[in-house]
């Protein structure tokens, strides 16, 4: 008899019970109706608080300050880290407020609207924290841990019950590429789909030139939080490399799988408009970059309910891009359907028909590439008027991350996984 993928294994999965009790410990942001989700004036500023102030949550701060400054309506109010020599710089840089505990930034109510950008494993934790204290949320990729399925799910559940405003980091989802090809597929040019390829090449192993350690003898202590780190994963006696290197550790991430495959499956999910994989099959390993734990080499063959398979590839070993890429490294899809297929050349949507006597090729230009600061000011435009419908939601993200979960068990069990939708669980 088939068993869902936690009963067989608890490396894989939180405890329900263990997520209560998370959720029940986060009183200091849920503790006040003052900071429940109100509606905004047209010309209102929102104040903005960062949870994570490394390198990727300095790049969402750079951007958020720069559109303060062009007409954004928006304030750099608070940030947090649990290294304070980082957010005390931050706090000094953007004139914010400093926090160690997420939960007291929460707490603020000068903080209408957050930006995740911590180690994998504590997003979705501090994501529903935020929802459950009225704050609108931009959640930096992937949406969860691989291991944290039940926590994915909650999550969305989360999100929508709140009535919150939510975002994933896939910034490249302000391409209208991807929109303007949902449209055509939805039109029926490609017919009914049947098979969509992608992936993710780069090079980069995330070790000594991708994380800079801040300091290599730093310690635990009133400075270095060493337990908030850690959160739900292995308890583990304190490594610099682990703390200041944690894309390199399974405990903390995913590799390829959940690090980069979100900027490609994403779109693909949005054109296709699947929802649950029914079954995910994963090849990869280490095949180039020993220092490290997660894999540099990742391959996903996922078929869908309405009979279409997805192909995601991709490795860290080698740049190269056999039909192209769209954005850095990121390889453009193509989507083939029965009566044609949708790629991208260039600047130009390109429509391949199988029998050009029934169909005609055509290329359709592109209105507009991505756009990071666009991603964030119709976020923030969103978050304003209380509309839920963001370029990359909670929703979508559920589902991406739920079929990139699968993809990671499947890798480090052998074996073909599989998704109940009578349970709404994920099973091997």
């Known amino acids: 008899m088939a068993a869902t993928h936690e009963s067989q294994d608890a490396r894989h999965a939180i405890t329900r019970r263990g997520f209560m009790n998370r959720t029940a410990a986060a009183t200091l942001a849920a503790a006040s109706a003052a900071t429940a989700r109100r509606a905004y004036g047209a010309n209102e500023r929102l104040g903005v608080g960062f949870i994570g102030t490394g390198g990727r949550g300095g790049a969402h701060m750079g951007m958020v300050n720069w559109l303060k400054d062009n007409g954004g309506e928006c304030d750099i109010v608070a940030v947090c880290d649990v290294y304070r020599p980082r957010v005390h710089a931050a706090a000094e840089h953007f004139n914010a407020k400093a926090y160690m505990d997420h939960r007291e930034l929460l707490a603020d109510p000068n903080v209408d609207v957050v930006c995740i950008a911590t180690p994998d ?143 490609t499956l994403t779109p693909v999910m949005h054109i296709l408009g699947v929802t649950m994989p029914s079954l995910v099959v994963a090849t990869g390993g280490k095949f180039r970059y020993d220092e490290r734990e997660v894999p540099d080499t990742f391959n996903m063959l996922m078929d869908y309910p309405e009979k279409i398979t997805v192909a995601v590839l991709g490795t860290q070993g080698n740049p190269y891009q056999a039909t192209g890429q769209r954005g850095s490294g990121q390889r453009v899809p193509v989507i083939r359907g029965w009566e044609g297929a949708l790629t991208i050349e260039g600047e130009e949507i390109v429509f391949i028909p199988v029998d050009d006597k029934q169909k005609q090729p055509q290329r359709i230009p592109i209105e507009h590439p991505e756009d990071f600061a666009e991603y964030w000011r119709r976020f923030l435009e969103c978050c304003r008027s209380g509309n839920p419908q963001t370029l990359s939601s909670a929703d979508l993200a559920y589902h991406t991350q739920t079929a990139l979960i699968m993809g990671m068990w499947s890798l480090r069990d052998g074996k073909a996984v599989r998704f109940d939708t009578d349970k709404q669980t994920i099973v091997l």
């Open 121 to 263: 494993h504590h997003h979705g934790y501090q994501a529903i924290d935020a929802v459950q204290a009225g704050k609108h949320v931009y959640c930096e990729k992937p949406v969860t841990h691989w291991r944290q399925f039940e926590l994915t799910k909650q999550l969305a559940i989360e999100v929508k019950k709140s009535g919150c405003v939510f975002q994933l980091g896939t910034q490249g989802m302000s391409d209208s590429a991807w929109h303007q090809m949902k449209k055509l597929v939805q039109e029926g040019l490609i017919g009914q789909p049947i098979h969509a390829e992608t992936g993710f090449f780069r090079v980069g192993d995330w070790g000594e030139r991708g994380m800079p350690v801040d300091d290599p003898n730093a310690k635990p202590g009133a400075d270095l939080n060493w337990e908030a780190f850690l959160g739900d994963a292995p308890k583990r006696e304190f490594d610099v490399s682990r703390f200041f290197r944690w894309r390199m550790y399974e405990d903390y991430a995913g590799g390829p799988s959940t690090d980069l495959f979100p900027h």
